[in-house]
């Protein structure tokens, strides 16, 4: 009967309120609270930015002040400027500047903030069974990302003909962050000069190999040990002219759902991700400078020993040159000398 009669006082009140304000016909004469805030999704890609504004405004419609208090679930963020409690007058709002903060948050997928807003006392008295409440719900999507630096990648420079091509990436000089599962990818294409290569299974020139001898060789990049990875390659043995062109170290960004890359004709891979020529734009990537000198005639004629120099091929070792070369000297003289004697005659 008590708790009757309560009730009955505050509607007979907030009905008298209702009648002598002027602006009564515009407002509500029962409790009430609105939530709105300026956008209803964040899109969250560049994930090197963990904080997120956004504005949400608390609005008391009624005919009297409202003592408001505010609940914010965050679902793993963390959301910082939102007050306990606020009052405000008959028609008043107020503008709340909501930083989300989103550190340390890797996945894929949305994740829901919700404002909530609920009156507790109206016109001084408690809401008790008319309380009213509102809230607002903000859908953050975290998309996928992948932030790559490869750091000073070693191998560019000259070489020769026949001579291993080393590329590799120091311990500690790769970053790569990603919210994908699986295990990041690194390859390395060989370009040669003003030309274009798209092939994803055969991402070197004919006449070169990785030192594994399969066609495809990737470097695995385990985000937590960080391995350093690195890359053999043998050049042609021989070669026409000097072979100019670059060397390309990327990150495979196609994967497939086992995590496994992506460069199958069947997995369907995605040029546009793959240098194809010494020019590429493609992000992360980088592009070193590769010459390659074809050894000169000269070098093998005078070059003693080895198998292929001149004198190698025609069977004679370092040891008998100087016997060889004092029997040529010894026969010259011989001849010069015979020479001179039958033009004195």
């Given at each position: 009967?008590?708790?009757?009669?309560?009730?009955?006082?505050?509607?007979?009140?907030?009905?008298?309120?209702?009648?002598?304000?002027?602006?009564?016909?515009?407002?509500?004469?029962?409790?009430?609270?609105?939530?709105?805030?300026?956008?209803?999704?964040?899109?969250?890609?560049?994930?090197?930015?963990?904080?997120?504004?956004?504005?949400?405004?608390?609005?008391?419609?009624?005919?009297?002040?409202?003592?408001?208090?505010?609940?914010?679930?965050?679902?793993?963020?963390?959301?910082?400027?939102?007050?306990?409690?606020?009052?405000l007058a008959s028609g008043e709002s107020l503008d709340i500047d909501l930083?989300?903060?989103?550190?340390?948050?890797?996945?894929?997928?949305?994740?829901?903030?919700?404002?909530?807003?609920?009156?507790?006392?109206?016109?001084?008295?408690?809401?008790?069974?008319?309380?009213?409440?509102?809230?607002?719900?903000?859908?953050?999507?975290?998309?996928?990302?992948?932030?790559?630096?490869?750091?000073?990648?070693?191998?560019?420079?000259?070489?020769?003909?026949?001579?291993?091509?080393?590329?590799?990436?120091?311990?500690?000089?790769?970053?790569?962050?990603?919210?994908?599962?699986?295990?990041?990818?690194?390859?390395?294409?060989?370009?040669?000069?003003?030309?274009?290569?798209?092939?994803?299974?055969?991402?070197?020139?004919?006449?070169?190999?990785?030192?594994?001898?399969?066609?495809?060789?990737?470097?695995?990049?385990?985000?937590?040990?960080?391995?350093?990875?690195?890359?053999?390659?043998?050049?042609?043995?021989?070669?026409?002219?000097?072979?100019?062109?670059?060397?390309?170290?990327?990150?495979?960004?196609?994967?497939?759902?086992?995590?496994?890359?992506?460069?199958?004709?069947?997995?369907?891979?995605?040029?546009s991700e793959m240098p194809t020529s010494c020019n590429s734009n493609v992000?992360?990537?980088?592009?070193?400078?590769?010459?390659?000198?074809?050894e000169k005639g000269v070098d093998n004629l005078l070059s003693i020993g080895?198998?292929?120099?001149?004198?190698?091929?025609?069977?004679?070792?370092?040891?008998?040159?100087?016997?060889?070369?004092?029997?040529?000297?010894?026969?010259?003289?011989?001849?010069?000398?015979?020479?001179?004697?039958?033009?004195?005659?």
């Open positions: 009967m008590k708790k009757s009669v309560i009730s009955m006082t505050i509607v007979i009140l907030l009905t008298s309120l209702s009648i002598f304000s002027p602006t009564a016909s515009a407002q509500n004469i029962f409790p009430a609270v609105t939530v709105d805030c300026a956008v209803d999704e964040i899109q969250i890609i560049d994930y090197s930015y963990t904080s997120h504004n956004t504005i949400c405004t608390i609005e008391n419609p009624t005919v009297y002040s409202e003592e408001i208090q505010l609940e914010v679930l965050g679902n793993g963020t963390t959301i910082n400027g939102v007050p306990e409690s606020i009052t930083e989300i903060d989103t550190e340390g948050i890797d996945i894929i997928g949305i994740i829901n903030i919700s404002i909530i807003a609920e009156v507790t006392q109206a016109a001084g008295i408690p809401a008790g069974i008319f309380g009213a409440e509102d809230n607002a719900i903000i859908v953050l999507d975290f998309l996928e990302y992948l932030e790559i630096n490869l750091g000073e990648v070693e191998g560019a420079g000259e070489y020769d003909q026949g001579e291993n091509i080393i590329i590799s990436i120091p311990d500690n000089q790769a970053y790569i962050r990603t919210n994908r599962e699986g295990s990041i990818y690194l390859r390395v294409h060989l370009i040669e000069e003003n030309t274009n290569s798209n092939d994803a299974l055969n991402p070197l020139p004919e006449g070169f190999e990785y030192s594994n001898g399969v066609s495809i060789s990737n470097c695995v990049y385990r985000l937590v040990d960080q391995d350093p990875c690195s890359w053999e390659i043998f050049t042609p043995e021989e070669i026409e002219e000097d072979w100019k062109g670059c060397a390309v170290v990327y990150v495979i960004t196609t994967w497939n759902k086992d995590g496994s890359p992506t460069f199958s004709e069947e997995a369907n891979f995605d040029l992000y992360g990537a980088e592009i070193m400078d590769i010459l390659i000198e074809k080895g198998n292929d120099s001149f004198i190698g091929q025609l069977g004679i070792t370092e040891d008998q040159l100087p016997i060889i070369g004092g029997s040529i000297l010894i026969v010259l003289t011989l001849i010069i000398v015979l020479i001179f004697v039958r033009r004195r005659r």
